[in-house]
């Protein structure tokens, strides 16, 4: 069985297109139904291909937004300058559509009950994506591993799932908190800056708790969270990341 | 260009070894380090798909599709073992 699943050759397939949510004026998250989706692990993302008429392709990669324990698979899609798969996918999608993607895939960022924590998840901008199946995970299952999340933003109007995480908030073992680094609100509470050793520090359990780490975000965030996360006494082998650039258009 | 890593190609490592590799770890033929394929440093937009080593710098594999076939250039590598990282519990 462990060897059949070994060998398992990736097929496109097609899924269909229920809804469309728009996040933020950029952001959009797709709702789709697929036939044969054989499951997925919180933090895996699929392959979307798109096909012209002309029969160019373009491919790209995408983080599963939704639990396994959704109904539907979820991706979540931020319009990118002169992406030309991404601005298909937020602006041009329709329910009712086909959507052709294979997987789940990757088996490095993801994270399951027996890896335990407590968690420390790290987000810059659309790297909320990833964690936010994580987070909905740990929720669906009733788990009581502890959870801190710190979600760098531009602005309150560029946090993606608010509202969501606003709900989060309020279980038991889930601290979440805001760092905005271009515009905030005048009573804003939250952080108003980029992440740095401080904030990590201050947010971040104690090394000697032995949190497990997921960073997700823009290359130079993960380099700055990864790197003052290790300067900060934690061990880098418990330090996951994920590095997404404008080349995911 | 902006560098990725190793978690951005999943797909297409899957596709040519026939299993899921950004698991697995690779040692740099130059200097020796072993790091996880996931955390490599990865171009996609450079002729083909670039893989570099981490620690230092070093081209650690190549891949480039051409008319449907996908040439892999593995010399960069002394070592490439597929480990049982605790991620894995499928």
């Not at chain 1, 097609?14 to 933020?24: A, M, N």
């Not at chain 1, 995408?62 to 002169?82: F, H, K």
């Not at chain 1, 509470?189 to 104690?206: H, K, N």
């Not at chain 2, 002729?47 to 230092?56: D, N, Q």
Request: glycine share 10%; proline share 5%.
């Amino acid at each position: 069985m462990a060897r059949a699943a070994l060998l398992r050759r990736l097929t496109w397939q097609l899924g269909s297109v229920i809804e469309l949510v728009g996040e933020t004026p950029r952001v959009k998250s797709i709702v789709l139904e697929v036939p044969d989706w054989p499951g997925h692990r919180a933090g895996q993302h699929v392959d979307v291909r798109l096909t012209a008429e002309d029969g160019y392709q373009a491919q790209r990669s995408y983080s599963i937004a939704s639990a396994p324990e959704d109904v539907n698979v979820v991706l979540t899609v931020e319009r990118l300058e002169d992406g030309e798969v991404s601005a298909y996918l937020v602006d041009e999608l329709r329910p009712g559509d086909g959507l052709e993607l294979r997987g789940p895939i990757g088996g490095y960022f993801v994270w399951s009950e027996l890896l335990g924590g407590p968690l420390f998840l790290l987000a810059g901008g659309s790297g909320i994506v990833p964690l936010r199946s994580i987070l909905r995970h740990r929720a669906a299952i009733g788990s009581a591993v502890p959870v801190r999340l710190l979600y760098s933003a531009r602005s309150l109007e560029e946090v993606i799932y608010r509202d969501e995480l606003n709900g989060q908030a309020v279980l038991d073992g889930v601290d979440i908190c805001f760092t905005l680094t271009r515009e905030w609100p005048e009573a804003w509470r939250g952080f108003r800056r980029r992440i740095d050793e401080e904030m990590l520090e201050e947010v971040s359990w104690l090394p000697e708790e032995q949190p497990l780490v997921y960073i997700c975000g823009p290359t130079p965030f993960v380099e700055v969270a990864a790197s003052a996360l290790v300067e900060l006494g934690h061990d880098p082998g418990r330090v996951r990341t994920e590095r997404f650039g404008p080349t995911g258009g | 260009m902006e560098a990725l890593d190793g978690n951005a190609i999943a797909g297409l490592l899957l596709d040519v070894f026939g299993a899921e590799m950004t698991t697995a770890s690779g040692t740099c033929g130059n200097c020796g380090a072993a790091g996880l394929i996931a955390e490599a440093v990865v171009y996609v937009q450079a002729p083909g798909t670039v893989l570099r080593c981490r620690s230092c710098g070093s081209l650690l594999i190549v891949l480039v599709t051409i008319r449907g076939c996908t040439c892999v250039d593995m010399r960069g590598l002394s070592a490439l073992e597929s480990v049982a990282v605790s991620t894995d519990d499928a």
